[in-house]
């Protein structure tokens, strides 16, 4: 996973997400349920944590990135660093995420089950992020 | 667990030995006959569906001498039944069924068993009926008749010797001793037959359904048994063409991902039934592997998933009506591969876990259930391993398909925001990213992907072509993703093993160097790229980036096929001596045996994971990867699958073949011709056509030629059209196997051989025009005569040295003359072929070959 610095990726798309722009917040969304998807899958193994719930985060993140359209704006959002606080951080985004998933949605998507994908991405990462105590390797600067 | 092949047979066999006691009785022995008699039907009907033909086979091989005579002695037997209950007929109806009705029963079961391998036409359902077509597996199937044969004697020797009228007793004593004959003679052939095809079982079914919430351990480990011959039947038939369509872009990251997961609590599981077991390791690494191949999937989108949610079509011409509208593309559904997946993951975590258990509820509150109450459940470690060993060979195969089944289902689908999948040896005049920061819209772009060079393909006439844009994709054809970039000119591209980018600058935002499906199909065993910016972890052996597509194929092999010519064996279908006499030459139905030679990838990872729990139903999938390894998931192509002709074109090709050989036996001077054939088989469909050339010849010279014509002119033909490829020339070869194997039977020299397919290259090239002439005649008509072979052959300037006076009336003349004029002009038109170009092979259009003929033709049918 690419831990370049952050130059405020993640706090350019939590604006995004609550912007009124639906379109920039559908495709914000999307990066967001990308980006926890790559995190989960980048800790799966990491001591401390279980794997087991890991993929399961994953694969609901993806699931739930189904219902949303693909993204028309914007640009693929840089990879965080993989730590404990970008983890939190990612699972308060998709805590807002989930509470509004309507506004995210396709026209045709299948309302209940994205948000409950939403859901249970979102309570899968708390839960994983409360559960990893941080990378072992320092990230490289 | 479904029943398995051999427990249908020993059940046959128990009920015969316990039909002993009947067969003392004088008043049951008439019903005891006619069950005997329907047992022995059933058993010929095993020789009749495997294709062991007393006539064909016989002596040609060791084995097919065997079944042969298993097969000859077990008809003779029959008829001595047959002739025993008219004898002595069956008086009781309505009688309870006996001993030999359930043996009857238990031998129809294993032959239904058989034919779940196989659909309504025959066609290849799973890796199993690859196997059953070899010769072990049939050994042990002749075998196994041998044994209820065998049993059958015994009991039919009991029944002549109690008490009959001379009459039956011989008729009976004549079936014994044609059983004994059988079983012995079948036994002999099944020497090195594969025991393990004992275990063979009943295809499964490919409608997954959720587990039960409540399903209790023993059943669970049924279910996995049922999950892993599912996947490895999806696997297996989403790689051939006919079969399923293959996971699409949002399937594979799925199913990858469940597969993780369930070896993953497939070693939690072993690990707390069993620590001593030592398999955990390679199932955890199985596990990484499989993770790895969905991470591939990341930045990878396929535009045909359900979840791209295309915006709807606009509103045309007819959706401006009142109360119309365009309907919404309907996104395909799931792959079934996914759905089972995710039911072996559900069903190895409720074994552990219990029956409330779900993806991501493992937290510490859940301890799994105790060892010593699983192992009650479950009947021990055996039964556990076994299923959990299911789990590990249906992956390996779905991991051995996956590279041909991405490379199927990525046609002009997958886009992509990373530069991971720039093809390493991609020319610089087509670069792929920009240099400068991408315009907001452009969010993605298609995924660079080659085709493989794959010499079996067959590029299907009118197919869309790859120009036109794919038609499935939302947008429809010709029509780029709105979000598509063009490619600018990217930054130079690390060879392998150097760093994701240059040490001390950071990467670009979008520069995600993550191995690709594709690329990971292009690097094969290369080592994978270390994550940015994470140090080596020693503790966690990275897999190799073959894994990035499947776990279990180290290395994963890419398919090829080649064309080849089925082994003719020698004296089959003799023509009688005697000299020349009338001859049929017969093209057309192809038959499904037909077919090019398989490969399939070895798997070593697994063998060593599998060796220490094979048993039981493994020893099917085992023998399967053992004596099979040209089978796995290699299509097997029929002649009309390599042909690729619709119906129309397929008549016309035959039609062809016969006017060859008309007008070279005319051209020779010294044959005639009575008529050609073609007429429709009750095989309704493209590529089935039965056709043959009524012909008579004076000399062996001549009968040589004429059986080259129908070969060359077919040649020709598919050069001129465009039409030519490898693989129809292989199928040319194929249809003209009779008129070979009638070259064979004349005994003439190489040299003579050699100077007749010469003398036929030169009639067809100076009577061309004639043969396209009567070929459109015989396609129009259906038959054509002689006379009018000739007449056509009259207006060729060569002309014919038949004496025979034209008997066309005038207005038949002119339109086949009409035909001459209209064939010369293709001719003149069309490049030029000489007879070496049969060595020169030009390849089919580029442009997908919109139009058969040319861009000129028009049909010009008599009319």
Redesign the interface.
Known sequence: ?????ETGGLPALAGRLRGHDAEQAR?AAWEVL?LA??LA??V??ETGV????A??????C??A????????????A??PAPDPATAAEVARLLGELAARTDRFL????DGPTAAAHAT?AR??FE?LSRSWPG???P??P | MSTELGQLFDRAVSHLQSAHPHAQTAARRADLNVSALDLLLQMEAYGRELGWDEEEDRGATVMQTATADLRHHLVRATEHLSLATRLDPATGHGAPPGPLDHARTAVAAARDLLKTHRGPDAEVLTPYALLLARAPAQRYLAGRLADVAWELARLLGETSLAGAQPALSEELAGARRELQKAAVLGRAGALGAARETTALPAAARLNPLPPPTREPPCEALTGLHNDAEQLLRAAFQSGRQPGLPPPSGADWPHIARSLALARLLATRLIDHLDPTAGLTTDLQLAARRWHAAAQTWHHVVDLTDPGTHPPPPGAGTHGRRPGTGFPLPSPPAPHPARRIADNMALRAGRILYGPQWQPGDTSPTRPPRPAPELLSDTGGTIPVLHALYRISAAGRHLAAAAPALVARSAQDNLVTDSTAHRPPDLPPRLPLLPGPPRPDRRHLRPLPHRRRRRPHRVQHPGGPSRTAGNPRRPGGPGRRPPHAVRPHRPPPHPRPGEADHPAGKDPPADHHRLPGPQEALRRGNQAPRPAAGAAPDSSHPRPPASAAIGLDTCPVTVFGRRPHLPTRRPGRRPIPPGGPTRHMLRAGRPARRDAAPTRRSPAPALRKLSAPISSGNDGAVMAAEKAAPQAAYEVRLTVPQALQFDEALYRRFTAVHEAGHAVVALATGDASVSECVIAPTQAAGAGRADAYTDVRWRTAAARHTLLYGGLVAQQRWLHEQQLWSPLRESAVQILGKHDFEALKSTGATAEQLEQAHTAALAFRDRHWPAITAVSELLDHKGTITGAEVQALLRQDPAGARDPEPLTLTDQQRARAAAITAASRQRARRGPSHTPQSDHQPRQPSPAGLPSLFGPGWRPNFFR
């Open positions: 996973m690419n831990t370049a610095p495709a990308g998807e790559r899958d980048h799966a193994w279980d794997t087991v719930q993929l399961a985060t994953a694969s609901s993806r699931e990135r189904h219902a949303l359209p693909l993204p028309a704006v914007g640009a693929p840089p990879d396709a026209p045709d998507a249970a309570q899968n839960a990378p072992r390797h990230a490289r």
